[in-house]
């Protein structure tokens, strides 16, 4: 991780938070896709493992819902409120994740810009 964050505001860390969430949002899009190309090359369709695979669509809605409920906050956090997120950095345990939730700069677009692992 690069330099200490020290003291950020408030709303710049829930807003980065909202961010990755979204991006989370993408992954889990790109793992309901994956599910039906799978359930089509298979030809069988399993209807308890389809309704297993619901369980993504779903993940990915809450996923939405709390990225908007951090935006919401973020929007609402006054200005002059800054909190020191080292500590909240040093529980996480990937470097990216952690360098992406503490400078704006690394920080997934707000529209668009899912990290991809698959094409």
Known sequence: MSEPAAQRPLAESLDLVAREVTDLVAVGDQLQELISRLAVAAGQVDPAAMMEAQAV???SQRLSGLAAF????????PA???ADIDKALRVL???EQAQRLSNPATAPADEGDPMTFWD
């Open 93 to 95: 345990t990937l470097t």
């Open 80 to 82: 002059d409120v800054a």
């Open 57 to 59: 669509d779903l993940l």
């Open 70 to 77: 951090l935006r919401a906050l973020a929007e609402a956090a």
